[in-house]
């Protein structure tokens, strides 16, 4: 059984779900791939206390401060190979951000690989079920490109601005299917 609630954000509502004990689920209104990874219904509870944590957490990072994704109980649900990207993520620090490239670099040294494919990674960091928490907003192409977040370029942009990310090497792509 899995649950939900909302929460207004500066970028949007944002819907929250558990499994009763661990966030499983955070999606912005309309985003790609939103509530994916939840097999079954979805049950409307308020009250959960995962929820008031996860608020919190939301409350301190919309406010300004850095709050960690380890202070969450996540349960994000995926492939093995996600669950490798997603714990990346999770790594890049508050207001910085990193590469396609870099993560599929730290991926294949982590599992005695030569390489591994860039666009393997953006479906991984694409698919991510809990956006902002586990913080798939902070990847960029290689070009500085601000392509690839489900959530979209708009959101992507105001999150990176909120940690203070110097936007003046980073660009909005012209063209492209991850828009």
């Known amino acids: 059984m899995y649950y939900s609630t909302v929460y207004p954000s500066p970028v949007g509502m944002l819907t929250l779900a558990c499994d009763g004990e661990n966030l499983v689920g955070l999606w912005l209104e309309g985003q790609k791939y939103f509530g994916s990874t939840i097999r079954g219904e979805m049950t409307e509870r308020n009250e ?19 709050p960690a994704a380890s202070e969450l109980p996540l349960r994000p649900m995926g ?19 990193t590469t396609y490239g870099e993560i599929a670099k730290r991926i294949a040294a982590k599992n005695n690989r030569e390489s591994m494919s860039g666009q393997a990674v953006g479906g991984a960091v694409g698919h991510n079920p809990i956006s902002i928490i586990i913080p798939c907003h902070r ?19 105001k999150l990176l601005a909120l940690e203070g990310v110097d936007m003046s090497r980073l660009c909005v792509p012209k063209k492209g299917t991850a828009l």
């Open 139 to 157: 990847v960029v192409g290689a070009n500085g490109s601000l392509t690839g977040f489900a959530g979209g370029i708009g959101a992507k942009i």
């Open 79 to 97: 492939s093995a190979f996600r669950q490798d990207v997603w714990q990346v993520l999770r790594g890049i620090p508050y207001g910085t951000v």
């Open 48 to 66: 959960i206390p995962v929820f008031a944590v996860a608020k919190e957490w939301l409350d301190r990072y919309f406010a300004g401060e850095k």
